[in-house]
């Protein structure tokens, strides 16, 4: 695996996700970051429906100023929140079998007062 042998270079695209700072205020900095990770989650789902494979990451690597340089994001205003790693898979994708799924929805949501 990529990740294990450090070769980055083995993963195909890189799309680095940044989120913008306030350091005056905390709940907007954090409520930014929850906006990014819905974006990016549907953004996830979208390249899967086009056949991109893809993974979140945000791992060490990503946190120090040598990546954020090498991205050329400007650690004043902006950091990195994490990247998604994609490309096509050889083998093709492989989707789940809906008749296998275990528990149907009505399964799984509860209703609140």
Do not use: H
């Not at 450090?6 to 680095?16: A, L, R, S």
């Not at 050329?72 to 050889?90: K, L, M, N, P, Q």
Request: glycine fraction near 8%; charge should be negative.
């Amino acid at each position: 695996e990529a990740t294990d042998n450090k070769d980055w270079t083995k993963i195909p695209g890189w799309c680095v996700v940044t989120t913008k700072l306030s350091p005056d205020d905390p709940e907007t900095e954090l409520e930014d970051f929850k906006s990014i990770s819905c974006a990016v989650q549907n953004f996830m789902l979208s390249m899967w429906s086009e056949g991109i494979g893809c993974k979140w990451t945000s791992g060490p690597v990503q946190k120090s100023p040598e990546f954020a340089d090498l991205c050329g994001v400007d650690t004043s205003v902006e950091r990195v929140a994490g990247c998604i790693w994609y490309g096509f898979a050889s083998g093709g994708l492989v989707t789940a079998d809906p008749k296998r799924r275990k528990k149907g929805l009505d399964d799984v949501l509860s209703t609140l007062p």
